[in-house]
């Protein structure tokens, strides 16, 4: 099991940028599948971006290609969502995911989710 701490979130104009952090617990994080979810209230989560253990495998929701990027670093056991060009539907809470399979990261395929990151983007 692993426990998962998201920081990074807040309020930022349209055109903006935020970069999340999700600090990972455990001896095993390197083995875990990392990514990202966003829920608006009295919306489903929706998936945004995944990356594999090692890193070689990267995901992106079309919604985010180009502006979104997905990185960790497992020394560390953590995990990055850098984003650009931010806009106001980017807007919503952030969750952290572990799972053993990215392809395809789902709702239902995650073992461990963070508190979640509140990211608000103003028109």
């Known amino acids: 099991q692993v426990q998962l701490v998201e920081s990074g979130g807040g309020l930022v104009q349209a055109g903006g940028s935020l970069r999340l952090s999700c600090a990972a617990s455990?001896?095993?994080?390197?083995?875990?599948?990392m990514g990202w979810f966003r829920q608006t209230p009295g919306k489903e989560r929706e998936f945004v971006s995944a990356?594999?253990?090692?890193?070689?495998?990267?995901y992106y929701a079309d919604s985010v290609k180009g502006r979104f990027t997905i990185s960790r670093d497992n020394a560390k056991k953590t995990v990055y969502l850098q984003m650009n060009s931010l806009k106001p539907e980017d807007s919503g809470v952030y969750y952290c995911?572990?799972?053993?399979?990215?392809?395809?990261?789902?709702?239902?395929?995650?073992?461990?989710w963070g508190q979640g990151t509140q990211v608000t983007v103003s028109s």
């Open positions: 455990g001896r095993t994080f390197s083995s875990y599948g």
């Open positions: 995911a572990a799972s053993f399979a990215v392809v395809p990261m789902t709702s239902g395929r995650v073992g461990s």
């Open positions: 990356i594999s253990g090692s890193g070689g495998g990267i």
